[in-house]
Structure formats: C-alpha cells, structure tokens
C-alpha cells in the first residue's frame, strides 16, 4: 500500500488533517472523516512519521491492527511493521507470537519461479519481496544462488564488489553467500609454471575472452592481480597499482624520512612529558598537542623544531584553541617503545627526568590554594610514576586522589629545576576564557 485508496491521491488538506488529529486522535476516527480506510491512515501517517498517542504500550489491538499484523508479519522486518502500526518492536513480535503469527522460512518452487520471473523484469528485491510476500532475505538468497554467483565469478570473471553492485547488495553479503557454497577464490590455489608463462606472453597480446579461455581455471580478477604482481599492465590504472611503482614510492618515502635528532635529550625529555600529558598521536605517525595557551603551544612547536621535525601549527577559532603536530613515524615508534616499560630507565639513564616532569607540569600541572605545585591524572599507574620520578629526584610528595602533591617543603626547589610557561594553569584557563 502507498497511501491510497480506491486509486485516490492524498491532498495536502488531508495531509495537513492527519498531521494536525493524528497525533490525539484514533485512526477510526480519522477514518471516517477523511472517508478512507483504517488501513489506509495507519500507512500514510507511518510513510509521514506521524506517531499517535492512542497506539502503543498498553492499548488494546484492533481488529484492523491484527490483519495489518497477520498480512505483513511473516515476510516484513518487525521493526516496519511497527513503524506501520505506531507500535514498538517488542509489542508486534509479542502480539505475533500470541497469534501464532510466524516469519515465513521457507520458499515453495513455484514462489522461487516467480522471484526469478520478477527479478528479470524490475530488478528490485524488495518490491519483489513485497509483491510476492516473502522476507527480503530469501528473495536474495534466490537471486544470489550458487549457479549464479559461479557464472558471475569465474564465467564473467567479477570481483565480489562488482557481482555485490551488478546483483543489488553489498560485498559482505555475497562474501558470505560464496563461503556458504564453498565457491573458493584461487587466491588459495598457487599458480603452476605453465599458467605464469602463458600470462606472461599473452597478457599484453591477446583480447580478455581469449585469455580466459587460455586459463580456464582462473577468473579476470584472480588473472589481473597475478599480473600486477609480475609487473604486467594492460592500463594506467594498472600501472598505478604495479609492484613496480609501489616499489619506486617505497624507496622515495625512504629517501625522504625525516631523521629525528635523538641526540636531544633534553628536548626529548620535554616532548615526552608533554606527550604523556596533553598531547596525541594518532596510527597515520602524527604527533601533536591542543591546547588553549598560545604560550604554551609556540614552546612545543619549537621543541618539536629542535628535534628536526617539520611542525605545522592551527587556531580552532570555535573553540579557541592552539594545535601544533608534525609527522614521524620515528618519534612515534620511539615514544611506544617509551610505553612499553623503557620510559623510567630511559629518562634515568640517558634522559632528563627534570625536562620530562617540566612538560608533564605545564599538560597537568597546577598550583594548590596553599601555593604548592600538583601534577594531575586519572591513570592510578602515571600516578606511581611521576610519584617515584619525583621521590628519586628528592622532592617530598605524597600520591592523592588524581594528583601528585609536592609538599610546600619542596616548592621552591621543585621551581628552581624547572621553568615552565605556566605556572599554574587553573589560572591561565580563567584568563583566557
């Protein structure tokens, strides 16, 4: 059904009626005013997204509700009839099972025929699934059958994704259809001598439909990824795609790495406190840092110039704040070795712990109301380790609840070792705010 009746349209008066009453009145009584059917009311206002107070939870099913149910039921989702009937999903299945209302699992031969018959002609699953009254998951099953999905993949040689474009549906769907019917890919099968040679002197010479039946075994795609990778192209798109030209790109990302300068410790250091702090990275080997102070943002751009990196740096008006990143997978496969357990004897070895805890400070630092500095973090193990990095640093502290305290004792010489931008940063978010 579409909204008629009898063959008559909608007008926007009885559009604009059913908008208006639907939503506190019953659809019997629409019905009768507007001189069309229940039926016809509970579809248009479903097709309109109008939702009535007088279905749902708790309210009796009508007559003309259940022949809704009984005709859509078995072969429509739950959750459209639903949508139909201004009812949620859990009340249609319940009041369907209460009728003993079932979803039809099986198809007869003479519904498979009339799937196939209808297919040629419109191409449409689910008006067929509708015209028919079967579900739309045994209409595809029909349609992507065994014999077709074979002819489709080793007769016409299509990948997945074209036969999933050519058919209707997606690639995962006939990706499952063709493990279900052990059609296997000859991804699996290796390739013989015999078949290497004949690609290899027929494949820039002879049309397609030739080259098929040269290799009988072998689809058009399982014979155009064999020839990429002997170095074989018929187009530019192919070429594109080689082992040669993504051997030439390898060798001049290569060329091109940025080196990062190592011999930085220092800098280092404070790139890794910072890092550990209010800075990110990402799995594409960015490194960078967001944050409201412009101070704050021009040092670790700096630091990240230092190390040799190439930085770039953005103002997010909206939200007022600065970004700085830069990329290198170097730095990042360095700062996930850090991660792994290296960190302490890193900074303890080679490193500066005071550089480390100076960008630890200005991500997560702050001042106390009784003038002492903090280091915050939700993280109960960043908290044992900035703890004991400062414990070892001679610094009286004490670990508390999502922060690091330095006694009032140890304030002054925590200052006189570090010199960091801000120097308390409860401050410097009221002032920029």
């Given at each position: ?99 003993e209302v079932k979803k039809k699992r099986k198809l007869n031969e003479v519904e498979k025929v009339d799937i196939r018959r209808l297919y040629k002609k419109e191409g449409d ?244 109301s009784g003038g002492s500095p903090c280091i915050c973090s939700t993280d109960e193990e960043e908290l044992e380790f900035i703890y004991t990095l400062l414990s070892n640093l ?40």
């Amino acid at each position: 059904m579409d909204g008629k009746m009898g063959g008559k349209n909608w007008s926007r008066r009885e559009k604009d009626i059913l908008k208006l009453k639907y939503p506190k009145k019953s659809a019997e009584v629409l019905a009768e005013e507007l001189g069309r059917s229940k039926y016809s009311i509970y579809i248009k206002a479903s097709e309109m997204g109008i939702k009535s107070e007088k279905c749902g939870f708790g309210v009796k099913w009508s007559e003309e509700e259940i022949e809704i149910l009984r005709e859509k039921y078995p072969f429509k989702p739950a959750s459209e009839v639903a949508d139909v009937l201004n009812r949620s999903v859990k009340s249609v299945k319940s009041k369907a099972e209460s009728l003993e209302v079932k979803k039809k699992r099986k198809l007869n031969e003479v519904e498979k025929v009339d799937i196939r018959r209808l297919y040629k002609k419109e191409g449409d699953m689910e008006s067929i699934a509708s015209e028919v009254k079967v579900p739309l998951d045994l209409v595809r099953k029909v349609i992507c059958c065994k014999e077709k999905l074979e002819k489709l993949y080793k007769e016409r040689g299509l990948t997945q994704k074209e036969i999933a474009g050519e058919l209707g549906v997606n690639q995962p769907y006939i990706s499952e259809r063709m493990r279900e019917y052990g059609i296997t890919t000859e991804a699996c099968e290796p390739w013989s001598e015999k078949e290497e040679k004949i690609l290899i002197e027929s494949y820039l010479k002879v049309p397609k439909g030739k080259l098929l039946s040269l290799l009988p075994s072998r689809s058009w795609s399982a014979i155009k990824a064999k020839a990429l990778k002997l170095g074989l192209t018929r187009l530019a798109e192919e070429y594109r795609k080689s082992e040669r030209v993504k051997e030439k790109l390898r060798s001049l990302a290569e060329k091109n790495t940025i080196q990062v300068n190592f011999k930085e410790k220092n800098t280092l250091s404070y790139v890794l406190g910072v890092m550990d702090g209010d800075g990110f990275h990402d799995k594409k080997h960015t490194i960078g840092l967001e944050v409201i102070s412009k101070e704050f943002a021009d040092k670790f751009y700096k630091a990240l110039q230092k190390l040799n990196l190439r930085p770039g740096r953005g103002t997010r008006k909206n939200r007022k704040l600065e970004t700085v990143w830069a990329s290198s997978k170097q730095l990042i496969d360095w700062y996930e070795l850090m991660n792994s357990g290296e960190r302490e004897k890193w900074l303890k070895e080679e490193g500066d712990e005071w550089k480390y805890i100076e960008g630890r400070y200005e991500s997560d630092g702050s001042i106390r109301s009784g003038g002492s500095p903090c280091i915050c973090s939700t993280d109960e193990e960043e908290l044992e380790f900035i703890y004991t990095l400062l414990s070892n640093l001679e610094i009286e502290c004490s670990k508390q609840k999502q922060m690091v305290y330095v006694y009032h004792s140890s304030k002054d010489e925590f200052f006189e070792n570090i010199t960091p931008i801000i120097k308390n940063r409860d401050n410097e978010s009221k002032v920029r705010k």
